[in-house]
């Protein structure tokens, strides 16, 4: 710019009251490449996506344990609204009650007998076994009378079940006298069973422990039977003893 195109460009700012005038620098490349306008405007900041952001991690598509015990990862066994199926392990595969004998061999004629409700979960070779065993009470050498409950029932969860066989370790379980036909005494014993499930309407096995109270011997060689059963109220005369099907009735 001339000595006088300058002189004329300062008149013209000096009396302008419109705006300041101002010599715009030339654009660099860089500029024109970040801006896109040859103008030099600043440029237009883009609409912001609402689900993609910079830096920030992806909205999670899978439930997270967020420490709320509200919050779920999963289906919850036993929940109402499922329905029973074998490939997610979520929901029970078989649930039925089932009276359940145990035949020791300190009298084997008289078993003590229980109200078993199961609960079986999971895919096959991954399963769990969830049982509570509800006393039934017994009168003194008696095998079907009365057989009504009595006490709270023993709870025992997390039984793993591999190709229907399945051992648990029951620890010191006590048990009333009322419950007891052999001699109507309290009952304190170590158990342990290993069994098997032959079809969804039966399973047997064996029983491993000691009895501690009211006298102090093996129960190692004992038996049990659990049979399936559609009314608490009505239950077999004949009761299931062990795999080979020998049963205990009263005369």
Do not use: H
């Not at 035949?103 to 078993?116: E, G, K, L, W, Y």
Request: proline share 10%.
């Amino acid at each position: 710019m001339d000595f006088r195109s300058l002189f004329l460009f300062a008149l013209v700012c000096t009396f302008s009251t419109a705006a300041a005038c101002t010599e715009r620098d030339p654009l660099d490349s860089a500029t024109m490449a970040a801006t896109g306008d040859s103008t030099g405007a600043p440029p237009t900041d883009p609409p912001s996506d609402p689900v993609t952001t910079t830096g920030d991690a992806p909205t999670p598509t899978t439930a997270v344990d967020t420490g709320d015990p509200t919050a779920t990862t999963g289906s919850v066994p036993g929940d109402p609204t499922e329905t029973s199926d074998s490939t997610t392990g979520d929901a029970p595969v078989l649930v039925g009650e089932y009276l359940f004998a145990v035949s020791t061999v300190i009298a084997p004629a008289q078993p003590i007998q229980f109200i078993a409700t199961n609960e079986l979960i999971g895919a096959p070779g991954q399963q769990t076994l969830r049982t509570a065993l509800q006393p039934l009470r017994l009168d003194q050498g008696k095998v079907t009378t009365p057989r009504t409950p009595i006490g709270e029932p023993l709870v025992f969860f997390g039984i793993p079940v591999v190709d229907g066989i399945f051992k648990v370790d029951l620890g010191v379980v006590m048990i009333s006298g009322a419950a007891n036909p052999i001699t109507g005494s309290d009952i304190t014993a170590q158990l342990a069973l290993v069994g098997e499930f032959v079809g969804p309407d039966f399973y047997c096995g064996t029983v491993e422990g000691d009895l501690l109270a009211p006298l102090m011997a093996s129960l190692n060689g004992s038996t049990f039977a659990a049979v399936r059963i559609d009314d608490p109220s009505d239950l077999p005369l004949d009761v299931t003893l062990d795999c080979s099907g020998n049963t205990a009735t009263d005369p």
